[in-house]
């Protein structure tokens, strides 16, 4: 089983990695990047079990930031920052909060707010008179910097410091 931890993974979610909300989910594979240097450095990974690492041969896997030293000692120094601080404790926490809070919008234009943790979507509305473009527009012009995501989801991923 190959698991996709780029944007879920290193605490976004309330967890160290999203899949461990499934006692039963056990990768084989599990891909990361983004996070993995604190958003210092491009770096990306997959973690593999020994089954898969002790088979690959030279030729069969490539890596656009692979073997770079200096990414590599700067994952390891965020990693260990995100686990002493309790980055994905706190985003378990305010990520309550959060979900409490945009649960109490009432708003025609909002047909479900979803998510875990600090990694949140609202979704548009089909009938409204806008999109996730348009609601992210309107939102950066009041100061907040959202994604937008397909035709009709807008991403809010708060920063895993945040506090109440």
Known sequence: ???DEIQTGFGRTGKLM?????????PDI?????ALSGGFMPVSGAFCNDEIMMNIKPGEHGSTYGGNPL???VS???IKTLVEEGMPENAA??????RDELGKIKSSIISDRRGRGLFRAIDVNHDSNVDGNDLAYI???LGLLTKATHTYSLRL???LVINE
């Open 157 to 159: 991923a708060p920063a």
């Open 1 to 3: 089983m190959i698991l």
């Open 71 to 73: 990414a590599m000692a």
């Open 139 to 141: 939102l950066m012009k």
């Open 30 to 34: 599990l891909v990361v990047g983004k």
């Open 18 to 26: 999203a899949y461990e909300y499934d006692n039963d989910a056990k």
């Open 76 to 78: 390891r120094a965020a």
């Open 93 to 98: 926490k305010m990520g309550e909060i959060f």
